[in-house]
C-alpha cells in the first residue's frame, strides 16, 4: 500500500457516503502503519561533507611511508624482501646502517651497505647474529646517520586520487485543485504532509544507497559517472574496493563462513590497526543489521550475572569493547546486510551534495487543475583511506 496512489492523489474521490471509498475523511494514523518506516540510523552518523563541484567526485590521500617490510632469508648475511617488491620502494624505506628487527624475535640485524637490490646484505648488531625465518614482518626500528653524510633522499610518497559519483535522489507530488481544497480530517495542508512522506522516502533510499549502492561500470568493467543515470558506489564497495578497479582488497577484509563471534570482531581491529587505521583521530562505530545485533547481544550471556529479585528480562548492548582497548558504538541499521559487520571510520566518511543541488522542493509547470512539484538532491558519499581505516567481516551464518 502506498500512501500517495493515483487514485488518492488525483482522482477527484471522497464523494461517496460509503465509509470504504470516502478518503476526504481518513485517519492518518491508521494510514501510517502502511507506511515503511523511514529508518536512516547510518546516515545519522555521517557527517556533511564539503560540495562536490562535479559529478565524479575526486578525493586525495596522503599515506605515511611504512613501518616495517616483508622479508625471509635463510643465511646469516643475505635477506629477500618480499614486501615491498619494487627495488626503488625499498630504497625509500631502508639505508646503509638500517636496523631492522623481524617480528616476535630479539633478533636484531644491521644493513652493511646501501640498498641497490632486493637482497640485504646484513651483518649481526650487538651479540645477536642472523636467523633464517620465512615471510617475516621486520620492523624499522632505526636507521642511524653521520653528521658528514649528505642529506638523504626525499622519501615523501605520492598522492593517491579516490573517486565517487554523485547520484540524483528525486520525488514528484501531484495536487489536484479539488484534493487541495478539501476538508480533511488530521491534514492542515496535504503539500506538506505528503512532501514530509515523499522526503522520508527518499532518505531511506539514499541510506540504502549509501550503504550497497554500486558504481555505474561500462561493457569494459570500468566505472564512469558519464551517465545520465549513474549511480554512486556505496561504502561497502568503496571498502572492498578503494580504487574501483574491479580488484577487491583483503588488507581489512575477514571471511567468516560461520557465526559471528567477539573473536572476529577483535581480529578485524587488530588488521585495521596494523593498516594504520583506529588511530587517535579515528571515530570508529560497528554497523550491523538485525541479525548480528542480537548475535552481540548475546555474546558470553551465559556468564553474565543477574542480580536477585531482577525484573527485566533479556539482553541488549549497543557498545562494543574490543581487546585493543578501543570502544565501537553499535549501530543497528533496517537496510545493512544480514550476513556482514561492518567497522566505519566517521571521521573519514562524509556525505557530500552537488554544489548548488542538496535536497530541495521545486514547483513544475501546471497542468490544467493540477500542481506538481518536485523534491530532489544529489549526493555521494567519501570514504577515505577505504582499505586502511575501515573494515568487513562477510559471509556470516
Sequence with gaps: MTIASTAFMAAPGGYSTTLAVKLDKIDMSQALSAVLKGDRQLLGHIKMGVPAHNVEVNWIEDELNAAYIICSGSSNTTATVTAPAVTASIQRLLRNGTLLQPAGSEVVVQLSATVTKCTLAVIAYGSTTWASWTATKCYIIGM????LTAASNDLSLSRTKRKNFTQIFERAIEITQTRKNMDMEAVVNELQLQTKRRTMEVKRELDIAVIRSYAYASASN????DLERRTMAGILQLIFDPNLDSTNQTDTIIQASAALTV???NSLCYKIWDQGGLDETSDPIIVVGAKQARNIAAMERDIRRIEQGERQVGYY????????????PIVMDRWFPEDKLLILDRSRTSLRPLAGDAWHLEKMAKTGRTEKWQLSGQYTIEVRNGGDAHGIIYDLS
Design 317 to 328: 548492548k549497543n557498545l562494543f569493547m574490543s581487546d585493543m582497548g578501543v570502544e565501537f
Design 144 to 147: 642511524p646517520y653521520t653528521d
Design 222 to 225: 570500468t566505472f564512469g559517472g
Design 263 to 265: 573473536g572476529y570482531i
